[in-house]
């Protein structure tokens, strides 16, 4: 049985798929074991130096892999680009700090343990599952693929139905990179729909799911995994806001809310979909809005444009009903309005609607399109409160001048940019991740790396204690003499 993926501008026919059934995946996921012990022996330099290699071959077939991307998407060519750019720049850093990261470190052993040499070190998991999604179908998955596999896991990765190609176009230039994964899987491909991720997540060997994508279906793949008690890492989407500050630059701030709500046609998990502005300069800063949404132009099949159609028809219908309740619940259209949002499929038209109340379902759901709502607040506290005032916590931005790390700190949320938007995720150091709806677990930066492992704590006896505490030998003298020492010690 088989699939097709369908470009999302021409619905023509892409190319086909296999529709994996849980006896694949499970062999799947038993080769990628197999190939885990290996892939562990090598110790961090012969992974390193596999990676690395990885790394040149991602660069030198950018555009190649990023064609794949734009086709299987729908968003511009220079979008996809950017990804693969962003991917290859994670997997950068993920092989080069797994050592100093990961490696066996010293930590003190204490008064009572005085006579050993204590370490902690971090140990892959084995074999890491990896469900990712369709809008960003290369630099999301990457996130955990490339953090698993520099951490000493091997990967089973599991594509959108949307986006399979993808999947497979990073599977095949690791295979480029690396000659030994003929015999050593180390990142293996099972496509299909929601059965092949409920078996990826079911299958025996699996070490720990990292899934990406609504927070219904996160709940299933917990669901799932709990069955063998497989630990699992959710990132499920967001209502991210931006704050404007009264003293805010505010053609930066335009710019940003702009882009951060329409690019890739907003199907950006940490994209702007609330914008809070300060009433003082609310009326500058929504005419800057207006003036920059209402030129961006959307791609056809004939040519690009500054974003792309919707990547999943059904979309359409979610953002439709966004729009057409804020309208109706009294917002102010500034850009487009429910003429721009077809009834199913194809491109939605950028919408920037203003004043809309907080219990409509355009403030209070994720949309996952290019629908900007803009209210104005009396003051920063008040953004604040209704930024925080919502069951999701991924990522938020903050225009401000002087009071920008003081706002962000009582932000409710996983990463915060300041002046810029969604800076975090272009910054490999930095975990990304969320709270409440959106999840938890971290991908990126050193958290990301030790997601994908387990610690392992060493004590190493050095010589005798002169004191035979953990013994039967202990005698009332002994152990006199050590409370003695406790209350010199820490009683006073």
Same mark, same amino acid.
């Given at each position: 049985?088989?699939?097709?993926?369908?470009?999302?501008?021409?619905?023509?026919?892409?190319?086909?798929?296999?529709?994996?059934?849980?006896?694949?995946?499970?062999?799947?996921?038993?080769?990628? %074991?197999?190939?885990?012990?290996?892939?562990?022996?090598?110790?961090?330099?012969?992974?390193?130096?596999?990676?690395?290699?990885?790394?040149?071959?991602?660069?030198?077939?950018?555009?190649?892999?990023?064609?794949?991307?734009?086709?299987?998407?729908?968003?511009?060519?220079?979008?996809?680009?950017?990804?693969?750019?962003?991917?290859?720049?994670? #997997?950068?850093?993920?092989?080069?700090?797994? $050592?100093?990261?990961?490696?066996?470190?010293?930590?003190? *052993?204490?008064?009572?343990?005085?006579?050993?040499?204590?370490?902690?070190?971090?140990?892959?998991?084995?074999?890491?599952?990896?469900?990712?999604?369709?809008?960003?179908?290369?630099?999301?998955?990457?996130?955990?693929?490339?953090?698993?596999?520099?951490? %000493?896991?091997?990967?089973?990765? $599991?594509?959108? &139905?949307?986006?399979?190609?993808?999947?497979?176009?990073?599977?095949?230039? #690791?295979?480029?990179?690396?000659?030994?994964?003929?015999?050593?899987?180390?990142? %293996?491909?099972?496509?299909?729909?929601?059965?092949?991720?409920?078996?990826?997540?079911?299958?025996?060997?699996?070490?720990?799911?990292?899934?990406?994508?609504?927070?219904?279906?996160?709940?299933?793949?917990?669901?799932?995994?709990?069955?063998?008690?497989? *630990?699992?890492?959710?990132?499920?989407?967001? $209502?991210?806001? #931006?704050?404007?500050?009264?003293?805010?630059?505010?053609?930066?701030?335009?710019?940003?809310?702009?882009?951060?709500?329409?690019?890739?046609?907003?199907?950006?998990?940490?994209?702007?979909?609330?914008?809070?502005?300060?009433?003082?300069?609310?009326?500058?800063?929504?005419?800057?809005?207006?003036? #920059?949404?209402?030129?961006?132009?959307?791609?056809?099949?004939?040519?690009?444009?500054?974003?792309?159609?919707?990547?999943?028809?059904?979309?359409?219908?979610?953002?439709?009903?966004?729009?057409?309740?804020?309208?109706?619940?009294?917002?102010?259209?500034?850009?487009?309005?429910? &003429?721009?949002?077809?009834?199913?499929?194809?491109?939605?038209? *950028?919408?920037?609607?203003?004043?809309?109340?907080?219990?409509?379902?355009?403030?209070?759901?994720?949309?996952?399109?290019?629908?900007?709502?803009?209210?104005?607040?009396?003051?920063?506290?008040?953004?604040?409160?209704?930024?925080?005032?919502?069951?999701?916590?991924?990522?938020?931005?903050?225009?401000?001048?002087?009071?920008?790390?003081?706002?962000?700190?009582?932000?409710?949320?996983?990463?915060?940019?300041?002046?810029?938007?969604?800076?975090?995720?272009?910054?490999?150091?930095?975990?990304? %991740?969320?709270?409440?709806?959106?999840?938890?677990?971290?991908?990126?930066?050193?958290?990301?790396?030790?997601?994908?492992?387990?610690?392992?704590?060493?004590?190493?006896?050095?010589?005798?204690?002169?004191?035979?505490?953990?013994?039967?030998?202990?005698?009332?003298?002994?152990?006199?003499?050590?409370?003695?020492?406790?209350?010199?010690?820490?009683?006073?």
């Amino acid at each position: 049985m088989t699939f097709a993926s369908l470009s999302p501008r021409t619905g023509a026919e892409l190319a086909r798929y296999p529709v994996h059934d849980g006896e694949h995946v499970r062999a799947a996921v038993r080769a990628a %074991g197999e190939a885990a012990v290996w892939w562990d022996g090598l110790g961090f330099a012969g992974r390193r130096t596999r990676l690395l290699a990885w790394k040149k071959v991602l660069a030198g077939q950018l555009d190649r892999v990023a064609r794949v991307v734009a086709d299987e998407t729908g968003k511009p060519f220079d979008d996809a680009r950017l990804e693969v750019v962003l991917a290859i720049d994670h #997997l950068d850093w993920a092989t080069t700090h797994a $050592k100093k990261v990961l490696g066996r470190r010293s930590v003190p *052993p204490g008064l009572l343990m005085a006579n050993q040499a204590a370490s902690v070190a971090y140990r892959p998991l084995g074999v890491v599952g990896v469900i990712g999604p369709w809008n960003y179908p290369i630099f999301t998955p990457m996130g955990s693929i490339a953090y698993a596999l520099a951490a %000493g896991n091997t990967v089973v990765f $599991k594509p959108s &139905e949307l986006t399979p190609g993808v999947g497979h176009e990073i599977a095949r230039t #690791l295979a480029e990179a690396v000659p030994e994964v003929r015999r050593y899987p180390l990142l %293996g491909v099972v496509t299909g729909f929601g059965a092949t991720g409920a078996d990826l997540c079911r299958a025996p060997g699996v070490g720990k799911i990292a899934f990406t994508g609504s927070a219904g279906t996160g709940r299933r793949v917990m669901g799932a995994c709990a069955e063998n008690l497989v *630990p699992v890492l959710m990132e499920c989407g967001g $209502k991210d806001p #931006l704050i404007v500050d009264a003293d805010a630059d505010l053609d930066a701030a335009a710019d940003a809310a702009v882009w951060g709500g329409m690019s890739n046609a907003g199907q950006t998990c940490v994209g702007v979909e609330r914008v809070y502005v300060v009433e003082s300069v609310a009326g500058r800063f929504l005419e800057k809005v207006r003036a #920059l949404a209402s030129k961006l132009q959307v791609g056809s099949a004939a040519r690009e444009g500054d974003l792309g159609p919707m990547t999943m028809p059904s979309q359409t219908g979610i953002v439709r009903r966004h729009v057409t309740d804020a309208l109706d619940r009294g917002g102010r259209a500034i850009v487009g309005g429910a &003429e721009s949002v077809p009834d199913e499929g194809g491109a939605v038209s *950028p919408v920037v609607i203003a004043d809309v109340p907080e219990d409509s379902v355009a403030v209070t759901e994720e949309t996952f399109g290019p629908l900007l709502v803009v209210n104005r607040v009396p003051d920063v506290d008040e953004a604040v409160r209704r930024a925080n005032a919502t069951g999701y916590g991924l990522g938020a931005t903050v225009f401000s001048a002087k009071r920008g790390q003081q706002i962000a700190d009582r932000l409710r949320c996983g990463m915060v940019s300041i002046n810029g938007v969604i800076s975090f995720a272009g910054i490999p150091a930095l975990p990304f %991740g969320g709270v409440g709806e959106s999840g938890f677990g971290r991908i990126h930066g050193p958290d990301g790396l030790r997601e994908f492992t387990r610690s392992q704590a060493i004590a190493r006896a050095r010589f005798p204690m002169p004191i035979a505490v953990t013994s039967f030998r202990r005698t009332a003298k002994v152990m006199q003499t050590l409370v003695g020492v406790v209350r010199a010690r820490h009683g006073r």
